[in-house]
């Protein structure tokens, strides 16, 4: 069984900056990516970045510039930095899991349980 643990959301004024992690544990043998999405009530679930193990990027538009997403890969770990962040940030945020197990190889996807930001004075 792979878990993925989110935290790091929260109430926030605009133009502040909060920081998301994730942790995976578990039965990982290899990521291939991680990263996050999110999801605005009435909205489809969107990209907000994710990572590969090499340590390429992918950001969505509307967050490039303000949020860095980086990767610790000992410890299965992902951290979101998001900077300068507006109302229309808020959301709830999703850990994105793409990884191996060994014996079998196979590849499998996992996402977090979410946590909400909220981005208001």
């Known amino acids: 069984q792979v878990q993925l643990v989110e935290s790091g959301g929260g109430l926030v004024q605009p133009g502040g900056s909060l920081r998301l992690s994730c942790v995976g544990s578990g039965s990982i043998f290899n990521i291939y990516v991680m990263g996050w999405y999110r999801q605005a009530p009435g909205k489809q679930r969107e990209l907000v970045a994710v990572i590969t193990g090499g340590g390429s990027t992918n950001y969505g538009d509307s967050v490039k510039g303000r949020f860095t997403i980086s990767r610790d890969n000992a410890k299965n770990t992902t951290y979101l930095q998001m900077n300068s962040l507006k109302p229309e940030d808020t959301a709830v945020y999703y850990c994105?899991?793409?990884?191996?197990?060994?014996?079998?190889?196979?590849?499998?996807?996992?996402w977090g349980q979410g946590t909400q930001i909220t981005v208001s004075s």
């Open positions: 994105y899991l793409d990884y191996y197990t060994d014996s079998p190889r196979m590849r499998y996807y996992k």
